[in-house]
Antibody
């Protein structure tokens, strides 16, 4: 069964850091681009970052550039989102999703809640 | 950056109705436009990709059309399980942008 299993959410203070993980099972994650999407409380979906299969290309939304880093370890079938200098407005549910050319986000992780609060 | 705008924000409808929602992009995106359905507390689900290709397993009452800057999602014979929020996504360029969502609720 194709699955993306996420971990790493939780409560963090403003200015703090958190690393989210997204591990694939049932398929080889290294064959896919992977994206992180977030959703603030009561808000819509927001694209956050995307990484190419070999990690050679990475893209970020402006609001997280310089603070968040997307990376991957294909040997572990996993993708990560390192979040530094967290702000209250980064609070939300973070989803990972796999992507193929012309066919984005057919499978999603279960989502993980990150709460940035003092 | 490409702006992606959905309308209307809310559609009030009844079971059996046919409804249409629109997604407009500020620049042409060819047919690189997908639609997702999300119910409260659940993971988004892809319905349509490349503007009009139906995701496997999605009922045929869902259909998408459009190219360039204007796209539509139509749901015919609305079913109780279709009451949800729908998002479009342009994936022609980075940053990817979602529309703000169209909520379908019960009239």
């Amino acid at each position: 069964e194709v699955q993306l299993v996420q971990s790493g959410g939780g409560l963090v203070q403003p200015g703090g850091s958190r690393r989210l993980s997204c591990e694939a099972s049932g398929f080889t994650l290294g064959l896919f681009w992977v994206t992180w999407v977030r959703q603030g409380p009561g808000k819509g979906l927001e694209w956050v970052a995307t990484i190419k299969q070999d990690g050679s290309e990475k893209y970020y939304v402006d609001s997280v550039k310089g603070r968040f880093t997307i990376s991957r370890d294909n040997a572990k079938n996993s993708v990560y989102l390192q979040m530094n200098s967290l702000r209250v407005e980064d609070t939300g549910v973070y989803y990972c999703a796999r992507e193929r050319p012309l066919a984005p986000y057919d499978y999603w992780g279960q989502g993980t809640l990150v709460t940035v609060s003092s | 950056d490409i702006q992606t705008t959905q309308s209307p924000s809310v559609v009030s409808a009844s079971v059996g109705d046919t409804i249409t929602m629109t997604c407009r992009t500020s620049q042409a995106v060819s047919n690189y436009l997908a639609w997702f359905q999300q119910k409260p507390g659940t993971v988004p689900k892809r319905l349509i990709y490349i503007s009009s290709s139906l995701q496997s397993g999605v009922p045929s009452r869902f259909s998408g059309s459009g190219s360039g800057t204007e796209f539509t999602l139509t749901i015919t014979n609305l079913q109780p399980e279709d009451f949800a929020t729908y998002y479009c996504l342009q994936h022609a360029s980075y940053p990817r942008t979602f529309g703000q969502g169209t909520k379908v609720d019960l009239k």
